[in-house]
C-alpha cells in the first residue's frame, strides 16, 4: 500500500494579469486555504503593463506582488517552469489559482497571464502534469442586477 504524501508546506500561487476583481476574489480563495504561502505573481512580457500593475497593486505586505520575466518563453511554458520549482522542494503541496480574466479573449486588451484566450486553460492542462499541484480557474464575482444598472 503506497503511503499518503505528507505536506510540509501549503504553497499558493495566484497569476496576476490585473488589479481587478477577478484577482482580488482569487487572492481571498487563496487566503481561504490557509496555506503556508501565498504568492501573487505577474508572468512579465510587457514591462509597460508590468509597470503599471506595479504602480496599481496595493502596498500590502503580507501579498507583495513579484514579477517574473518570460522574455523568450511562453506564458504556459514559464508558468510551468515556476509551479515546478515550487513543488520540487521538498515537501511541498502547491495550488495554483488563475483569475478568472485569464480566459478572457484576445482582443480584450488584457496583458500577461491573459494575453491570448484559453491560456488559462493550457496553463491549468500543462500545470496538471506535475505531482503534488493543483489547478483552479476562480471566476470573477459577477454583479448584481443592481450594480449591473448604475454602471
Known amino acids: 500500500m503506497e503511503a499518503t504524501p505528507r505536506f510540509v508546506r501549503r504553497v499558493v500561487i495566484v497569476f496576476v494579469g490585473d488589479s481587478d476583481q477577478s484577482t482580488i476574489a482569487a487572492l481571498r480563495r487563496a487566503r481561504s486555504l490557509r496555506p503556508t504561502t ?11 503593463r508590468a509597470e503599471q500593475l506595479r504602480a496599481a497593486w496595493p502596498p500590502d505586505p503580507r501579498m507583495p506582488l513579484e514579477f517574473v520575466d518570460c522574455s523568450g518563453r511562453s506564458l504556459a511554458r514559464c508558468a ?7 513543488a520540487e522542494l521538498p515537501g511541498a ?6 483569475p478568472g480574466h485569464s480566459i478572457a479573449p484576445p482582443s480584450s486588451g ?6 491570448p484566450g484559453g491560456m488559462a486553460g493550457q496553463i491549468a492542462k500543462e500545470q496538471g502534469q506535475v505531482p503534488d499541484v493543483a489547478v483552479m480557474i476562480i471566476a470573477a464575482p459577477r454583479a448584481t442586477p443592481l450594480e449591473s444598472a448604475q454602471s
Open 38 to 48: 501565498v504568492r501573487a505573481v505577474h508572468l512579465v512580457l510587457d514591462s509597460q
Open 80 to 86: 510551468v517552469d515556476l509551479v515546478r520549482h515550487e
Open 93 to 98: 503541496e502547491v495550488t495554483v489559482i488563475l
Open 110 to 115: 488584457r496583458t500577461g497571464i491573459g494575453v
